[in-house]
């Protein structure tokens, strides 16, 4: 499957971002989705995931109650709604996929989109 993340940009602190993943193949509904991200000199950090057919999902602490993944499978899509915007989700987002299933780790991800840059100021 080969992954293309989309809706990054500027957002001041507060404001809302949607992100998409577009997938292509035709056996998107097989693969658990997650998001990641990479600050400047910072390590690959999970975001949030989510199973195949979207019945369950987990989230880093840092963004629980402020961030909701969810996924159209119809559409080949997955996203992630970013409400309450802080400085310090300031990265790289990257989407990723897996056939294995739904993970909070990097190394659980076979495939991986090209990242898509939010940038909150404060």
């Known amino acids: 499957v080969q992954l293309q993340a989309s809706g990054g940009g500027l957002v001041q602190a507060g404001g809302s971002l949607r992100l998409s993943c577009a997938a292509s193949?035709?056996?998107?509904?097989?693969?658990?989705m997650g998001w990641f991200r990479q600050a400047p000199g910072k390590e690959r950090e999970f975001v949030a995931a989510?199973?195949?057919?979207?019945?369950?999902?987990i989230y880093a602490d840092s963004v629980k109650g402020r961030f909701t993944i969810s996924r159209d499978n119809a559409k080949n899509t997955v996203y992630l709604q970013m409400n309450g915007l802080k400085p310090d989700d300031t990265a790289v987002y990257y989407c990723?996929?897996?056939?294995?299933?739904?993970?909070?780790?990097?190394?659980?991800?076979?495939?991986w989109g090209q990242g898509t840059q939010v940038t909150v100021s404060s």
């Open positions: 990723a996929g897996s056939r294995r299933g739904y993970f909070n780790t990097v190394r659980g991800y076979d495939y």
């Open positions: 193949g035709r056996t998107f509904s097989s693969y658990g």
């Open positions: 989510i199973s195949s057919y979207g019945r369950s999902t």
